[in-house]
C-alpha cells in the first residue's frame, strides 16, 4: 500500500499507473516470455542494480518505474531522490535487488517510462527559467501522448510548469472552428456559458478586434493566437487587467523572454510534451552481485 499511498499524494491515480504499466509489460511480452533472460540466466540468481542518470536533469517519474518494479515481482528497492529533483550525471537514483530475470523483464519498460517523463520535466525546465525574472508562467496543451496524459502534465508541473486543462470536459476553449461553427465569439461564449455556467471558459483569437470582442463578451482568459511580441504588450495594454492573457504560437526558447515580458500571464508551449527529448538514464547492474 505504501507505493499507492505514494502515488496518490503526487495527485496520481495508483490503478491508471498500474494498468498502463500492465499494458507496458504485456506490449513487451506479447504473450511470450523474454527468451534471452530465460535461456542464459539461472531461474534463481538475484543482482542489485541501479537506475543511474546519464545526463543531468529534473527527474520524474520514478514511482512509475517503481510501479513496474513491483508488477515484475521486484519488491527490494529503494527510491533516492524526490520527484522534480534536478540531478547531475551519475547520480543514483533508485536501487533495487531480486530475481535477475524479473529485473531485465522491468528494465525496459520502467526506464521508457522514466526518460520519457524526465525529458519532459527537463524541457519544461527549460522554458521557466527562460522566463525567471517575470511574472509569466509555462503552460502545458493537450498535445499530449494517447494514454499518457496525466502522467506527462505531472511531468510538466514537476519541471516548473502549469497545467492547461487536463481534458474536454474540465474547461471550455473556444477556438477558431468553434468561433466559425457556431457564428461568432459572442454566441459561443454565451452558449458555453448558459450550458456550463460553472466552467472555466477560454477564448482563442488571432486579432485585437477579436480581442475586444472576447473581453466585452466576458471572457476571463484569452488566448493570443500566433501573435507577435509587439502584438501580445499591445493587447496586454488593451484589456488593462480585465482578464487574463495567455499567448500561444510562434513561440522558442530563443523568444520566450521577449513574449513574456510583454506582461502576458502564461505562454502555452505544445512542445513540452509533443517534443521534448527522453534523458539518458540507464540500469547498471552491480559486478558480482
Known amino acids: 500500500m505504501e507505493l499507492r499511498d505514494n502515488i496518490k499524494a503526487l495527485g496520481l491515480s495508483p ?17 511470450g516470455e523474454d527468451i534471452t533472460s530465460v535461456a542464459t540466466i539461472s531461474e534463481s540468481q538475484v543482482s542489485t542494480a541501479d537506475f543511474v542518470a546519464r545526463k543531468a536533469g529534473i527527474i520524474s517519474g520514478l514511482h512509475v518505474a517503481a510501479a513496474v518494479l513491483e508488477y515484475c515481482g521486484i519488491n527490494h528497492y529503494e527510491v533516492l531522490v524526490d520527484e522534480g529533483a534536478k540531478v547531475e550525471a551519475g547520480k543514483v537514483l533508485i536501487t533495487a535487488q531480486g530475481n535477475t530475470r524479473k529485473l531485465l523483464l522491468a528494465e525496459r519498460t520502467a526506464l521508457n517510462f522514466l526518460t520519457h ?6 524541457t519544461t525546465n527549460k522554458w521557466v527559467q527562460a522566463v525567471a525574472g517575470t511574472k509569466c508562467l509555462v503552460r502545458d496543451s493537450r498535445k499530449t501522448t494517447p494514454g499518457l496524459r496525466s502522467l506527462e502534465k505531472f511531468a510538466v508541473r514537476m519541471g516548473g510548469g502549469t497545467n492547461h486543462r487536463i481534458s474536454l470536459s474540465t474547461e471550455g476553449l473556444i477556438k477558431d472552428n468553434h468561433i466559425l461553427a457556431s457564428g461568432g465569439i ?14 472555466a471558459i477560454e477564448i482563442e483569437v488571432d486579432s485585437l478586434d477579436q480581442l475586444t470582442e472576447a473581453v466585452k463578451a466576458g471572457a476571463q482568459l484569452v488566448l493570443l493566437d500566433n501573435m507577435t511580441p509587439e502584438q501580445c504588450k499591445a493587447a496586454v495594454s488593451q484589456v488593462s487587467g480585465k482578464c487574463k492573457l495567455e499567448a500561444s504560437g510562434g513561440i522558442t526558447l530563443e523568444n520566450a523572454k521577449a513574449y513574456a515580458d510583454t506582461g502576458v500571464d502564461f505562454i502555452a508551449i505544445g512542445a513540452l510534451t509533443h517534443s521534448a527529448p527522453a534523458l539518458d538514464i540507464g540500469l547498471d547492474f552491480r559486478k558480482g552481485k
Open 15 to 31: 490503478n491508471h499507473i498500474f494498468q498502463q504499466v500492465k499494458d507496458a509489460v504485456a506490449e513487451d511480452l506479447m504473450g
Open 117 to 122: 517523463l524526465s525529458g519532459i520535466s527537463t
Open 186 to 199: 459572442t454566441s459561443a461564449f454565451k452558449s458555453l456559458k448558459d450550458k456550463f455556467p460553472g466552467k
